[in-house]
């Protein structure tokens, strides 16, 4: 049984909520409130002990995230360990799109090796497990539409893409 940890930790566009083990970070969760957080968590946060301290490089990007470098959490290790290979093809390609830029599901799709796999595409940024370091907020219907968001609603995700708009046009 690997030992996890998890902490949580509040951003300007939400609580996050973090769970990693010995391969690296397991989870992130973004919500409204801590309460909501832990109910994401589940049994990941269950079966883990709270330790803040094993965060604190992950929570030092995640705020430098928020101040405005949009590259902080590009070096944020994940474990994608039992993840099927399309999702984590689709994980990998989601962290390429550049801040404040955004594509399509089909371009995802694409991306992750499946040009027709739109609803595969669709549903690996619905079970995205790594809010904000995995960008899903950056991946839109292709008629522009925002699409969904479990990352704290469509609210957040509006709020994230205005964010890096604007932090990409100023630098």
Known sequence: MTAL?????QLPSGWIGLVSGEKGL????????????????GKDAE????????FREIVDCLVRYSEGDLEALDGIELDLEGAPPFFRAAWRACRTIPPGETRSYRWLAAEAGNPLALRAAGQAMARNRFSLIIPCHRVISSDGGLGGYGG???GVKAKLLQMELERTAEG
Do not use: S
């Open 5 to 9: 940890k998890y902490h949580i930790q």
């Open 26 to 41: 397991r989870r992130a969760t973004l919500k409204p409130t801590p309460q909501e957080v832990m109910e994401d968590l």
């Open 47 to 54: 079966e883990a002990e709270n330790d803040p301290e094993a």
């Open 152 to 154: 704290g609603g469509l």
